[in-house]
């Protein structure tokens, strides 16, 4: 995984919006009405191609294929590459179960409105239908042939530009198919267990095919807003010490180098007030074996806690992907405020040690996103525009991250000599 050694580097979370071509096969095969598969697979290369093509065009250094191959979304994605789980669409009337939370207690009308915004028909920015998701039998890893396509498609794609680094993202096993139910495994343990296991597969294929493995695990924070209360701080740091363990085991064999371990509060755009304070389980997060932690540092609930790494030393040899752009508002973050972000971190960790990022995903699956596709792509020419002030300001007079050429003290004792001569002939 490559360092910012000679300039601020720049890369995102993974999930970028998907085309309407794209979405329209997705919407056929979802129907079983006229769908092409042959023009599907063609669409989703192409895509691929195009979104991988533009990222380089805007100059995002660690690019993604934009999980343009995942159908549901960037953890319900898992139910297409696992057995052992049935998906039963619940009654339009039913409790979604993703709705729940502390903050949802407090907000209650905010999120009536909220959840009447996502309800819109798929295609729109919302279209999100109520599933549940239950294991039925044992899981095991079935999406080989999914994930080739996936590394194919990314590396035609990666042989047509010039980018530092590539990275595909997939979900922790403490977010694989969240707020499932389990009616097969004794233990809710033995379930999770199974996943990480299943789940080594796909970890390991993504390594080997020479790319970089970032987990998404925005669970691991959430879970706080539905646990406590009643749970406790000391419980829910019980549950989440747990799936740290079984992440790494899942991670076991990988070189901690190759893997991104991102860590967010959610995606969507709600008040966060009752959000876990980072520095409650910084220590969990840096426990899990990975190079880098791609952390929310722009989102205004979160924004302020840069000042943790006064008080915690960053793992020799790894890694901070901050988020200073925010995936989840319209507005474009000026290049300035993009730099400030990334300079006052890089004096506290070093600049070598952080590549500037987003935030979160700027789409949760192929019908859903959080700003337009325009303002996605003008946010991260933000990102780029603000990774080069921040360069300057921490290299110094090379824009590109050069250090200015020191003279050699040779020459410089020949200088002075040649002063003292010519001060001596006066």
């Not at 191609?49 to 690019?63: S, Y």
């Not at 239908?129 to 890893?141: E, M």
């Not at 006052?344 to 952080?354: I, P, Q, S």
């Not at 250090?403 to 410089?412: F, G, L, T």
């Amino acid at each position: 995984m490559k360092h910012s050694t000679r300039r601020i580097l720049t890369s995102h979370v993974g999930s970028l919006i998907r085309p309407q071509a794209l979405q329209a096969h997705l919407r056929a095969k979802a129907a079983a009405s006229g769908y092409d598969a042959q023009a599907h697979a063609d669409c989703l290369r192409e895509s691929v191609a195009g979104v991988v093509g533009e990222q380089a065009k805007v100059g995002i250094d660690v690019v993604s294929d934009g999980e343009y191959g995942k159908a549901i979304s960037w953890s319900q994605y898992a139910l297409e590459r696992l057995s052992g789980f049935e998906r039963r669409r619940l009654p339009a009337d039913a409790a979604d179960p993703f709705a729940r939370g502390a903050d949802r207690v407090r907000f209650p009308e905010f999120y009536a409105e909220l959840d009447e915004i996502d309800a819109r028909p798929a295609g729109g920015a919302g279209g999100r239908l109520k599933f549940d998701s239950v294991c039925v039998a044992p899981i095991k890893y079935t999406g080989q042939a999914a994930l080739k396509r996936d590394i194919d498609n990314f590396k035609a794609a990666l042989g047509k530009v010039k980018v530092e680094e590539a990275f595909m993202p997939v979900a922790a096993p403490a977010s694989v198919i969240p707020d499932r139910r389990n009616e097969y495994y004794k233990t809710d343990e033995e379930l999770v267990f199974a996943i990480a296991e299943a789940m080594r597969e796909e970890y390991r294929t993504i390594v080997d095919a020479g790319f970089l493995l970032q987990i998404d695990d925005a669970r691991a924070a959430v879970s706080f807003d539905r646990m406590v209360p009643p749970t406790s701080l000391a419980g829910y740091r019980k549950w989440l010490g747990l799936h740290q363990d079984l992440l790494n085991h899942a991670l076991s064999g990988i070189p901690e180098d190759r893997v991104r371990y991102h860590v967010c509060w959610g995606s969507w755009p709600g008040p966060h007030t009752t959000d876990v304070p980072i520095e409650d389980i910084a220590d969990l997060i840096l426990k899990v074996r990975a190079g880098a932690y791609a952390l929310e540092m722009a989102n205004p609930r979160h924004e302020h806690e840069w000042r943790l790494w006064e008080r915690v030393k960053l793992p020799q040899g790894r890694l901070i992907l901050p988020g200073v752009i925010s995936h989840a508002t319209n507005i474009v973050e000026h290049p300035e405020l993009v730099a400030e972000r990334i300079v006052r971190l890089a004096k506290l960790v070093g600049r070598e040690n952080v590549i500037a990022s987003t935030d979160c995903g700027f789409a949760q699956g192929p019908f859903h996103r959080r700003v337009h596709p325009s303002i996605q792509w003008a946010k991260l020419e933000a990102l780029v525009a603000g990774a080069k002030l921040a360069t300057k300001a921490l290299w110094g007079a090379s824009s590109k991250g050069k250090p200015a050429k020191r003279k050699s003290a040779k020459r410089e004792s020949a200088k002075r000599q040649t002063v003292r001569r010519a001060a001596a002939r006066k």
